[in-house]
Each structure stands twice: as C-alpha cells, then as structure tokens.
C-alpha cells in the first residue's frame, strides 16, 4: 500500500508518523506554542529527528467551537511557515490540514505534496476537484457539520454503519473525479460523543475493508484526557495506549504531537506483528 508524495512512492505497509504543527493561536492543546520562526524550526527539527514521515500544517483551529478564520488570515498564518520548512528541510513532505479549495491550491503550489481535509469535502464544493486537478494525496475525515457546530450533530443509530457509508460515497465521488491516492480519517473528536470515540476504536479494524490507508488522530484529546480526568499536558502515556490500539487494528498513519513516543509504538507493534 503505497502513496505517490511529489514523485516519492511512500510505502504504508510499516506504518508512518505524521508530525502536528499547529500554528494557530487557539489549538486545544498546542496553541500559541509555534508563532514565530525559531520555535517553528526547532519543532520540525526535533519531529524529523524522531522519525517523523510527514509534518501535517495546520492554521485553523478546529476544536469544537473554535473561532471562524478568514481565507486571508489562514493563507497569512499557512503559507510562510510552508516556505520556512522547506526552507531549511528540503526534503520535507508536507501535508496542509484545510477545508478550503483556494488553501489547498496555493499550499501545494508552494511545495506542499498533501492535503488533510477535516470535511471530506462537504465544507468546500470545489475542494474534490482542486485536489483531483493538483494530484496529490487526500485525507477525507469523518465529520458532521463544521467545527462551530459538529459537537450538536452526534447522534448515530450505528455509528460505524454509518461511517463505512459516508466513506463509500466520498471516495466514489473522489475516484470518479479521478483523485488516486485517498486516506481516511475516522475523525476521532469531531461529532462524536466520548462513547462514540471509544465505539469507533473498538471496530476500527472494519474500516480495511475500504481498502485504502487508514489514519488515526487521537493525540491528546479529550477522549484520553476526558475518561481519565487529567489535562492534555499529561495524557501522553493514554495517547501511547491508544495508538497501540489503532496499530494493532490496521492503522497506517499516526498523527501526533510527540513523534518519539509514537515511533516507538510503530517499532514495537512491528516486531510484534513480524
């Protein structure tokens, strides 16, 4: 199972590490941390140096109830880092998390090689065209509504039912629009309850029968910090337990804010399962 990266067949048959870079002011866990150059610089630095594949960029905040940001501001905030990190790390394959069609092209035309849609699609009619006309990979997440409205829309009769469903007619949709390489995102937080969330990771390994990669993002939210009653600044080691989990049940790509930790889980389950 491989993905094609501006030219570079990457093979998602040993798991990979996506790196987060939040560079919003308002993330749930991170915000504020990566606002200026050198703190930008030292993170990259340190993901790449711990195994990190991808370094996935994001510049909107979508936290339940996170604030509406215009295309202007996103582009302002996005587009300089995407030129910083390629500045210094050539090499780098970024991945651009936006919902937005006009982002997704500026993005890639600035040397991005993927992009990371929470929406799948539905926040932005023309953003299934813009990615099948730049060819490159696509990440369709599970959502319900938008970041402002998502947690009020989580009611599911079978939820994994439902899931498995609205994967299949985006990614016929994508592929009759001639987009090659899709990923998906069970979209762990986003319009689902904390049962919801543990739901889905209990039948995750169903999602392989879609037969494209599998991307799980469980990295410090609230479904680690909320059942445990802690902060996200101490729900490391229950991010570590579930992207165990995930790995065990098909995942092919963690996204992370700690890279070391999630190589690690990489590595591990690898041995295990060889």
């Known amino acids: 199972m491989t993905i ?6 990457i093979d998602l048959s040993v798991p ?15 915000g504020g941390k990566y606002i200026d150059e050198k703190s930008i610089i030292n993170q990259v630095t340190k993901m790449i140096a711990e195994g990190a594949t991808f370094i996935d960029i994001g510049a909107y905040s979508s936290k339940p109830g996170a604030e509406f940001v215009s295309e202007e501001e996103e582009i302002r905030r996005l587009i ?23 982002i997704a092209k500026i993005s890639i035309e600035t040397g991005a090689c993927m992009i990371n849609d929470i929406s799948a699609g539905s926040l932005d009619e023309k953003m299934l065209e813009m990615v099948a006309k730049l060819q490159v990979p696509y990440c369709m997440m599970h959502m319900k509504g938008n970041p402002q409205t998502m947690q ?15 994967f299949s007619e985006k990614v016929a949709l994508a592929r009759s629009l001639g987009i090659n390489d899709l990923i ?50 101490v729900s490391l080691n229950g991010t570590t337990v579930l992207n165990t989990i995930a790995l065990q049940k098909g995942a092919n790509i963690l996204r992370v804010h700690d890279v070391k930790e999630a190589m690690e889980c990489v590595k591990l389950c690898h041995s295990l399962n060889n």
């Open 80 to 102: 300089p880092v995407i030129e910083l990190v390629l500045k210094h790390f050539p090499d780098t394959l970024i991945s651009v998390d936006t919902f937005r069609s006009t």
């Open 16 to 30: 990979k590490v996506m790196g987060i870079l939040n560079v919003t002011p308002n993330s749930f866990y991170d």
């Open 152 to 166: 009020s829309l989580a009611q599911y009769s079978n939820i994994t039912k439902e899931m498995l469903f609205y």
């Open 4 to 9: 094609n990266c501006i030219g570079k067949l």
């Open 184 to 233: 998906i995102d069970p979209g762990f937080g986003f319009a689902k309850t904390l049962e919801q969330n543990f739901e889905v990771m209990k039948h995750l390994d169903l999602f392989q029968m879609l037969e494209l990669p599998l991307l799980v993002g469980v990295s410090r939210k609230s479904m680690i910090y909320k059942t445990l009653e802690i902060n996200p600044d």
